[in-house]
């Protein structure tokens, strides 16, 4: 098989390798598949890239990891750089993995819950971001509940706990826990974010930090170069593009091979619109949502205290695309 | 007596500042980022004004602290009183208490908070886990070494074996228990803490991780603190009973320094 | 069976298990203490004085043999005796008077009864000052005196002393041996006394029984015809020093350092 | 010898298959879900079946472990001769190093991690802040409970300090050493997989969190197996390193054993 | 300054400071020790042997006074003296032989010298079956030899024994004590003994210094005329006997227990 390779970019020999990391927000799945796909396929190193991605650790988030520069890279979401720049940790989003806001949240079928009010006084299992609670409670309000919830950190499977029944609710990507449940023949209630008044934005994210766009930005030109590859690949190749994400994650990192390939296959077409290229990141997405969460008063810096304006312009950057 | 005590606390006073005050100039001379290492004063200004909600939650830590060291010593010394059986018991039982040590408690309370909940449960076996070990292990040895010899002029006095313990190798393994306890005290309070950081709605734990998430290290800072101080504080009230309970414990010592 | 005696040992011996070694402790051993006698038990270290006092004081039991204490040599003998080991061993946690009631304690007697007992002993033998002192405070020789206190509070008409005063300097020991025998006379009680030290037996003793080497058996018996009550200076008689140096020889054979 | 100190160890070997045997009827009779707690059967199973991929993630967490023990003996060793020096340094340090023993290790290691990188140095700084207390505290006993007299004896044969240290003190100081090493050891590797927790390429307590992440809790309790194994085995080694370099200790207890 | 003395004593009392009070150890105390002669204290337990002790080794300064040891009153006394302690103190891990070297050790002896002077003396001694064995192997007895012969190694000249038989049980006593008296009169040394034994101090001395209670003081001097070599039996002659009973009046006086 031909590979195509970059004009003006003759494939650099071993030695002249730039090193990268790429800090992950998950155990691997198919929200990284372009990425896995881009190392499978050697096109980092056909860019003069030797890509490392960080194991995905629940003690240290990747926002933190690419802000402090102990990652180059890294994957992130909107509210997260909306809670980085109000906490004075920057971090720019230079491409959106997912068009469209697919994450969602979900109760057991079998709690009874079946509208966002239900879910007052209930128990939400989170991952410990700044901005969950907000976005919550926004949800819920908007379905006329009072938006009061009790809010527990997990360092533990989300899904696991919901199964044990030690929570009522759980915030996820359908296009990963959804479909496992649904494999699991787990029967769920999902409300989706963007179905229940709170305006589309992008997540996940890829983000890289200010220093690294001030000092590198051809090698970031080159990452995205390697990187969009792998996701329009993984838009048309759906089973390749799946295996290659279950051979190149670590081994024993996907027991179910048959999740990941059902998963792409939601996926794949939700990585972008028919018709436009991967990873464009638009103004007004940039501004309905995290506006949204600054008047809802979900912004606040590492004071605690509401910040009221931000340049939401600053936080993302589309010019790293190809 | 009182103030010769709190001056023999001088030195380490002395350099403990000292080296606060070489962290705060490294920080200042911006050797290092105040985001990523906060100043001292900075964390001291943060503790204050953020007291209100950090009580709370040190209320809560001190709380399951509390009950989960309570378990570790009726836990730890049951288990003493087991080991001290008889030697068949104890070739038995202790090879699996060292080995229950070796388990990585980091792997294990995920599932924990499964089978438990979020409530006060994981955090208390947590604690328990972490402390009945150094307890069990004092206290037995303290048991086991009464004087043979005390034990047979008891014998021969037809005591009873359950007067034996009673009389004799109870009271003789109180040092043995407050020295096994004043080390498990000690790290009560972090075990609690890590109960927390896997899954709690309250607590110091749960605080510095939403607060880690918030980017605001010097809350972090601020709570690693209180949980020293809240140490300590363990430590120090430990020894405090243990000088009212054993009075005679006093003298001895006393006696040794003089000698 | 002589009905007058304190106690009998009859051929009593005694083997011990170390691993897969069988140790020889005792030689069949006879010996008698008559009431209100007062027998010493003199041999060298590591014979196997120790291991015949447990076996009286109903700790150990013998490989063979009998013994009987007033004529009865049924089981249990364990509480027939008042047993002083080698160290004091007092309880450290117990002020003096508390450790001197340790035996009633052991016995249930009314606490109130025991405080008042140990109260009246330690009064009449000198140390009611000490009494709600700690062991820790107390010197060497005070610390044996509370000890012999307590085993005479527990049992006074028999006693078991295992070498008391052993761990005492030499001028302490003096002093103490002439409390014992002062103590010994109130109380009308039998002693059988064990001591590496051959004046202190001929001082102390009616009897003294003379052991061999490991595995013990007994190689003479001394009656001490020294007259009552005794005093230091009845050492310096001839007699007296001609049972010592007697003594000594036959000791000096048996020990192998 | 041999045998009779490999049967000492039955008593434990039966008690622990009858545990396992109990644990094992237990989920077979479903009254746990086998997802949850998997059955001893299983984890051996799995254990054998991804030995391949276990043993590269042992291999990788032992590295980290002997290295960081290694650090922490350097470090408690050195602690203890310092505070030996003088009862003014030991007043100025000692209440700082039980200080450090209560901060939570879990809100550290994401600031370790983030100063030090992912790879060994955020995992040995774990190790040997687990470690080195238990060496320190030992070493300096040892070092301090030398006999006074045996002191003043080398004092009249004009010995100087370092020769006090050199003939007497460090060698009286060895058997204290190891206890202090023993418990030491059986932490470490548990220390390991705790920094590998936070961030690790590889190790036990990432292909723990991998594990757990894909549901395979099989996986986890069988690298909990690893981890208890490699302990106990650092625990006999340390023991066994005793014994060789202390002869005398063992005759000491000989002796000790048969009086 | 007499220079056929070995030890001259001058004046020298002690003070110690326990916290705010003052313990007053030694009241001023003269002593002389000629070469050669064998010269004992004795006095009651606690009434500041020791202290005296560890001034002459130089391991303490005396409050006031004077302490030349041949003649020369200069700093620093310690190495001029073999100081035995009152315990063994051999170091559990080093072999017998290697603790009978401890002090040419310190002293940078070349070790296979060391090894060898080691070894002649646990010959000449009758200890060498031993020299390979760990002192936990030893019996009390056995220990205390072996610290003696330590002692020696160091410094053969002048020997402080600080009550070497203190905790031994009276029969092993007797033997080491001619043990001793063989080894003094091997060197030819210059000995300054302390023990609590009357009896011991008669047989052994050419001297006796009975020191008062606590602060001590010199209450009286005593020549032992005996004849040399000493034997057992002289113990028994009336002038023996004569000495242990004035001894002990007078001691019984000093001790308060
Ligand atoms: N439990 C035991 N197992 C094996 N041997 C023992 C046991 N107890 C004592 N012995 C041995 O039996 C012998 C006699 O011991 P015992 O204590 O009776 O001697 P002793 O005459 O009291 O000595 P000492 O004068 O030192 O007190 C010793 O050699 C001892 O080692
Ligand atoms: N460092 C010290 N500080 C205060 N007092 C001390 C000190 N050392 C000894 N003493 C006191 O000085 C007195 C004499 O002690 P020393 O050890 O010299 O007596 P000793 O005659 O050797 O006694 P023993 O016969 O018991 O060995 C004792 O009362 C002791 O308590
Ligand atoms: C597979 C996968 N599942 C859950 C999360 C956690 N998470 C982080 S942000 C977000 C939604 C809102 O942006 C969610 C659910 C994740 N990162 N990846
Ligand atoms: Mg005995
Ligand atoms: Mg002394």
């Not at chain 2, 402390?131 to 009873?160: E, H, N, W, Y």
Request: charged letters at 15%; one cysteine or more.
């Amino acid at each position: 098989q031909q590979r195509s390779s970059n004009a003006g970019q003759n494939a650099p020999t071993a030695q002249k390798l730039t090193p990268m990391t790429l800090a992950l927000d998950w155990t691997p799945n198919t929200n990284h598949t372009g990425i896995y796909v881009a190392l499978a396929q050697h096109w980092y190193r056909d860019e003069g890239i030797d890509l490392k991605i960080l194991p995905y650790s629940s003690n240290v988030s990747p926002d933190t990891l690419v802000s402090s520069g102990k990652a180059d890279v890294g994957i992130g979401s909107a509210e997260g750089i909306v809670a980085d720049a109000a906490t004075g940790q920057p971090v720019v989003s230079i491409a959106a993995i997912v068009q469209h806001n697919t994450s969602a949240l979900v109760t057991l079928a079998s709690s009874g819950i079946t509208r966002p009010r239900d879910l007052d006084g209930k128990t939400y299992g989170g991952f410990g971001a700044p901005y969950e609670a907000a976005v919550v409670s926004a949800i819920i309000k908007k379905d006329g509940g009072k938006g009061v919830f009790k809010n527990v950190t997990l360092d533990v499977d989300a899904m696991e706990a919901l199964k044990s029944h030690r929570i009522d609710f759980v915030w996820i990507y359908q296009g990963w826990e959804g479909i496992q449940a649904e494999r699991e023949g787990m029967k769920l209630n999902t409300f989706y974010i963007i179905k229940n008044g709170i305006p589309d934005y992008y997540t996940p994210t890829i983000i890289t930090g200010p220093h690294q766009i001030k000092n590198e930005p051809a090698l970031l030109r080159r990452f995205m170069a390697a990187t969009s590859k792998g996701y329009e690949y993984a838009r048309t190749h759906v089973k390749e593009a799946a295996q290659m994400l279950v051979d190149e994650a670590p081994k024993g990192a996907f027991p179910d091979p048959g999740l990941v390939l059902a998963s792409q296959q939601y996926l794949s077409p939700h990585y972008a619109d028919q018709g436009r290229k991967w990873g464009l990141q638009d103004a007004a997405a940039w501004h309905g949502y995290p506006g949204f969460m600054l008047d809802a008063g979900a912004i606040t810096d590492s004071a605690g205290k509401p910040i009221k304006n931000m340049n939401f312009d600053t936080l993302y950057s589309n010019e790293f695309l190809p | 007596m009182k103030l010769r005590w709190i001056a023999s606390y001088g030195p380490a006073f002395v350099l403990a500042i000292t080296l606060l005050a070489l962290w705060e100039l490294y920080v200042r001379a911006g050797l290092i980022s105040a985001t990523t290492l906060p100043m001292p004063t900075a964390i001291a200004q943060a503790l204050f004004a953020n007291w209100d909600i950090i009580s709370v939650h040190t209320l809560q830590t001190l709380f399951e602290t509390v009950i989960g060291l309570s378990v570790a010593i009726l836990l730890g010394a049951g288990l003493a009183v087991l080991l001290d059986l008889s030697a068949w018991v104890r070739r038995a039982v202790y090879p699996l208490l060292v080995t229950s040590q070796t388990i990585p408690m980091v792997a294990l309370a995920p599932l924990l908070v499964l089978w438990f909940g979020f409530d006060l449960g994981p955090k208390i076996i947590v604690v328990a886990l972490y402390c009945f070990f150094p307890i069990a292990v004092a206290c037995a040895d303290g048991l086991m070494s009464t004087d043979p010899d005390l034990l047979k002029l008891l014998q021969s006095m037809r005591a009873s074996r359950w007067e034996m313990l009673w009389l004799v190798r109870l009271p003789g393994a109180m040092p043995a228990f407050f020295s096994g306890l004043r080390i498990a005290a000690t790290y009560s309070v972090t075990g609690a803490i890590f109960g927390e950081y896997v899954a709690a709605y309250q607590g110091l734990g749960i605080y510095m991780e939403t607060s880690y998430n918030a980017h605001a290290v010097v809350l972090v800072f601020a709570a690693i603190v209180v949980t020293a101080v809240l140490s300590l504080l363990l430590f120090g009230f430990v020894s405090l009973i243990e000088r009212i309970a054993l009075p005679w414990q006093q003298e001895a010592q006393a006696r040794f320094r003089l000698k | 069976m002589n009905s007058s005696l304190k106690l009998l040992v009859q051929g009593v011996s005694r083997v011990y298990q170390d691993g897969p070694r069988q140790v020889e402790a005792l030689q069949p051993i006879d010996l008698t203490v008559d009431q209100g006698e007062f027998v010493t038990i003199i041999g060298p270290s590591g014979c196997g004085k120790s291991t015949l006092f447990n076996i009286i004081a109903g700790i150990d039991e013998p490989s063979s043999g009998l013994v009987a204490i007033d004529g009865i040599a049924e089981e249990p003998r364990a509480g027939k005796t008042g047993y002083m080991l080698q160290q004091p061993l007092l309880l450290p946690w117990r002020t003096v008077e508390e450790n001197v009631m340790l035996g009633l304690d052991v016995r249930h007697v009314r606490r109130k009864e025991a405080h008042q007992q140990a109260h009246e002993l330690l009064k009449r033998f000198g140390l009611s000052e000490f009494a709600q002192s700690y062991p820790a405070r107390l010197s060497g020789g005070m610390k044996q005196r509370v000890a012999l206190l307590r085993t005479v509070l527990f049992n006074h008409s028999f006693l078991l002393l295992d070498e008391p005063f052993g761990a005492l300097d030499a001028l302490t020991r003096l002093s103490l041996q002439m409390w014992l025998l002062d103590l010994w006379q109130s109380f009308h009680s039998s002693v059988l006394f064990i001591t590496h030290d051959v004046r202190e037996a001929i001082l102390l003793s009616d009897r003294i029984y003379v052991l061999s080497a490991r595995p013990a058996c007994v190689r003479r018996i001394i009656e001490v015809e020294l007259p009552r009550p005794r005093q230091q200076e009845h050492l310096a008689l001839a007699q007296a020093v001609r049972l010592e140096q007697e003594l000594i020889a036959l000791l000096m054979k048996e020990q192998q350092i």
